[in-house]
């Protein structure tokens, strides 16, 4: 099976969406080799006085922020959604259907340092943030209207974030986003199929004994390239244990996460040694009321890098017309980062 899965053509499934995945890796044979140039830019300062996120900094509302010390988190001054009871349907004829939505935006500052991302902070840093996704989901999970509680985090300017200074966002929403009714529907339609069996813990001990797309690991969490990646040098991060959302952790998983997440960063930065841009995000079980005991909380990373700091990966063409398409093996691109070290490079 692996050296048809090296050669030939073929479709992956994404068990968690029900979507497959196009893999060709008779087109690159050896995918790192050609250009690697290295992120050539001047370092940021500690503190930007022009920054609206650094601490003491008048925001572009008008707000001050504090002169905070560590985590700051404060309602977006420009949410998606905002906090209203207004509940209104509209349907015409099946083909112009609209509802209305709310729900909470908030940003996380992760540090009051221009200059620091996760994979320079130390562990008691990265641990505040951990904390502070924590703190927020206990918050949030508990308000009216609110079943779904996106934690998420764009790095970099190609990624879409608009201002460099560390930080990340959570939405909270109404309604369930598209992602994760896919995934709630393939969760739970394998635990009736297997009589309670959890699709990401036994998807776990499937890599565990496989060994060859771990990328990281701790005594509480496993980082792998999973089998149906789409992007180039994606990344899956689970907890070993069975858990539904951030309402379940405990310090020594909070500490755990901390750990794994610095691990991750320092890696991807480490594989082109430049500041590697990502869009990571946390997917937990829904907040509505209902066990959903067979959602198993975990993050994805979709970094768009592909040869080097400057070639990157973009969906296009037939993948944005057919179906998704990688070059790079899950297997290769595992090794690549399983093989980098955990202290930064650059």
């Known amino acids: 099976m692996s050296s048809f899965l090296e050669e030939k053509s073929h479709l992956r499934k994404n068990i968690l969406t029900d979507e497959w995945v196009l893999v060709s890796p008779h087109r690159a044979k050896r995918p790192w080799l050609g250009a690697e140039e290295s992120e050539n830019k001047d370092d940021k300062p500690k503190y930007d006085s022009s920054c609206y996120l650094c601490p003491g900094n008048k925001r572009a509302e008008g707000a001050i922020n504090p002169n905070y010390s560590g985590v700051y988190t404060f309602e977006n001054d420009f949410p998606a959604l905002l906090s209203d009871d207004i509940h209104k349907e509209i349907n015409e004829d099946d083909l112009l259907i609209v509802k209305s939505e709310s729900g909470v935006c908030r940003v996380i500052c992760f540090s009051p340092r221009h200059d620091l991302t996760i994979s320079m902070m130390k562990m008691d840093n990265v641990l505040e943030v951990v904390n502070a996704w924590i703190h927020e989901t206990k918050s949030l999970s508990v308000q009216d209207d609110i079943t779904c509680i996106q934690i998420f985090e764009n790095k970099g300017e190609v990624m879409g974030c608009s ?57 509480n969490f496993i980082v792998v390239v999973p089998f149906w990646a789409c992007w180039p040098f994606e990344l899956l991060l689970m907890p070993k244990e069975h858990l539904g959302s951030f309402l379940d952790f405990t310090p020594e998983l909070s500490l755990g996460l901390a750990d794994i997440f610095h691990q991750v960063t320092v890696k991807y930065d480490n594989l082109f040694k430049c500041n590697f841009p990502y869009s990571m995000g946390f997917h937990q079980r829904p907040f509505d009321g209902e066990n959903h005991d067979e959602f198993h909380l975990h993050a994805h990373f979709y970094p768009p890098l592909l040869r080097s700091s400057t070639v990157k990966k973009f969906m296009v063409g037939f993948e944005m017309l057919g179906t998704p398409q990688r070059d790079i093996t899950p297997e290769n691109a595992a090794e690549r980062l399983r093989d980098l070290p955990t202290t930064l490079l650059r």
Do not use: F, M
Request: include cysteine.
């Open 163 to 219: 201002n460099p200074h560390p930080h990340g966002q959570i939405w909270a929403t109404r309604s369930l986003t598209n992602e994760i009714i896919k995934e709630l529907r393939a969760q739970k339609r394998y635990s009736e199929e297997k009589k309670r069996s959890c699709l990401l813990c036994d998807y776990l001990s499937l890599e565990k004994e496989k060994d060859d797309r771990i990328v990281a690991e701790n005594d």
